[in-house]
Structure formats: structure tokens, C-alpha cells
């Protein structure tokens, strides 16, 4: 135990701790371990990596769900035609306009979340600014989608959605970018001048579905570029936190659990305890991510 405080209240060091599943204000915990002051620096550090990395409320993991949520949305129009009715809620244009707003939080924040991480002009963020070029010139799609970001935030009809079915046939649901917003693209000057040239070359109907195929793609390798830019960092981190977690016999959940001085504004209260859960899930995630984004790009 390390030397009580002014107020003569012991502050414990930290220590890994197998919490009981159940009530998460009154725990069953269990020590697992110690960790000397270096070894909880370590931990808390990992752990603060690989949960930034992989919450699910970043940009990039808010573009993944948006365009979960529109392929979806899709499935459950199919599927209400074929049960004899015609609903989608929320409706396929919004679906697709929730995807072109998380489209450009992706690109405009992840490099702010990078430096929140990893410090101002890593490398993490260098590569990410050079994939996003990259993918800006090798696709007419991820073009198309920069420049859509702003009729989605302005106007509700830039997806034209057709529904049909042929007798004895399953039911189809055509997503196409409206042809108006196309036409009415060529003259505007908010439009990017090459996406305009693109435009005057493009076979109509352009299809939604391969615009958000290209983003998928793009936006992964964009990712996965930035991760393995400080895949020593992040496979350091891994390590940590597999170390630790793999010396506990734990039915629960692992968390590094510290205590601290009375927090004078709850009355009676003796010692603050501060929790983190281990971030073992997230590890197998960004493990996951190094090796596929390795194939991947």
C-alpha cells in the first residue's frame, strides 16, 4: 500500500482485478495482481490506445454502421414488397444521406482524432492524408460521394429508388443517384471542376450501391493505412494487455482498478475507486485489422 494521504486515507496502487458480471455499482472484485507504478503506466496507456482506436462512436466506425444500416434498409424494403407492402423507415434517402454525412466526418475528423492519439503530424496522420489522395484519384465513386456530402445535407431527393416485381420473382429495389442532381452538377461551380468532367463521360443510370461499394473500399484502405502506420505502437499495446490477461483465471471481466482520496462531494465517502475495464476485445479487434489490412493494401 503506498503512504496514506494528507487527510490519512490509504491510496492503493493499481492493481488488475477480476470484477463479477453483474451490478457495475456493486462489484464482487477480486485481485488478480499488483502493478508497480511503471507497469500501471504501461497498462493505462495500452488500454487508452486500443480503446480510441476501436470505439464503436469514431468516425470510422460510424461510416461502417451508416452503411450497414443503408444495405439494411434495402433488405427490409425487398422484403416489406414481398410481404405486400411498400415501407422503409427511415427511408433509403435518408439512409444514404446518413452515409455521405459519415463519409465526410470520416475524412474531416479522423486526422484530429490521430493527433488526440498519436501527436500532431504522426505518421498515422501523414498516411492517412496521402490515402485519402490516393483513393481521390484512383476513384470516380469516392469523387462523386466528396462532392454529394453537400446535396444530401441541402436536399432529401438526390437517390431515386425504384421498387418492382415480376410475377414469381423476388422482389427489386434500384437505388440510382437522381439524374436532376447530375444535370444540375454540370453547371455548378461548388462542384468539383474533375467530377464535372467525370459526370460528361458517365453512363447513366450511376447505381448507389457501387458508390458505396467504392466508399467501403476506400475508406478501409484509408484506415488500414493509418493503423499500420504505428503498427509497432499499437502491437506493443496488444502485448500489454494480452500479458496481463493472460496470467488471470477470471470468469468476469478484467479491469486495472486504482483507489483515490475521498471525493468530499459524496458524503461518507471514504476512498474514490477508479475502474477500466481491460480492453481485451478491442485487442483482438486491432490484432485482426493489422493482419487483414496487410492483405488489403
Not at 486515507?9 to 482485478?17: D, M, T
Not at 463521360?201 to 450511376?206: F, L
Not at 466508399?215 to 494480452?242: N, P, T
Request: aromatic content about 6%; proline content about 4%.
Amino acid at each position: 500500500m503506498q503512504p496514506a494521504n494528507g487527510d490519512g486515507e490509504p491510496v492503493l496502487p493499481w492493481i488488475v482485478a477480476c470484477l463479477s458480471r453483474g451490478s457495475t455499482t456493486d462489484h464482487e472484485m477480486n485481485q488478480v495482481r499488483s502493478l508497480t507504478p511503471d507497469e500501471a503506466a504501461d497498462a493505462l496507456k495500452a488500454n487508452a490506445l486500443l480503446h480510441a482506436l476501436t470505439t464503436a462512436d469514431s468516425p470510422y466506425g460510424r461510416l461502417e454502421a451508416r452503411l450497414d444500416q443503408f444495405d439494411l434498409g434495402v433488405s427490409s424494403a425487398r422484403q416489406s414488397m414481398e410481404a405486400g407492402g411498400l415501407r422503409t423507415s427511415p427511408p433509403l434517402g435518408e439512409r444514404f444521406g446518413d452515409v455521405m454525412s459519415a463519409f465526410g466526418r470520416f475524412i474531416n475528423q479522423s486526422p484530429h482524432r490521430l493527433r488526440a492519439v498519436f501527436g500532431r503530424a504522426s505518421a498515422g496522420e501523414r498516411a492517412f492524408l496521402a490515402a485519402c489522395k490516393t483513393e481521390y484519384d484512383r476513384a470516380f465513386e469516392y469523387r462523386l460521394a466528396w462532392n454529394l456530402r453537400n446535396e444530401t445535407e441541402h436536399r432529401t431527393d438526390v437517390l431515386r429508388v425504384t421498387l418492382g416485381q415480376a410475377l414469381g420473382q423476388p422482389a427489386r429495389v434500384d437505388t440510382v443517384i437522381s439524374d436532376e442532381v447530375l444535370n444540375n452538377a454540370l453547371k455548378d461551380t461548388k462542384w468539383q471542376a474533375l467530377v464535372r468532367e467525370d459526370l460528361k463521360e458517365r453512363t447513366r443510370p450511376i447505381d448507389a450501391h457501387d458508390v458505396l461499394r467504392v466508399i467501403r473500399g476506400s475508406c478501409q484502405r484509408i484506415h488500414f493505412s493509418a493503423l499500420l502506420a504505428h503498427r509497432g505502437e499499437i502491437e506493443r499495446a496488444l502485448e500489454i494487455v494480452r500479458e496481463l490477461a493472460s496470467a488471470a483465471k477470471c470468469d468476469g471481466q478484467l479491469a486495472l482498478v486504482s483507489a483515490r482520496p475521498p471525493d468530499v462531494s459524496v458524503p461518507g465517502s471514504r476512498l474514490t475507486m477508479t475502474i477500466q475495464y481491460l480492453e481485451t476485445k478491442a485487442a483482438d479487434i486491432l490484432a485482426a485489422a493489422l493482419t487483414e489490412g496487410e492483405l488489403l493494401l
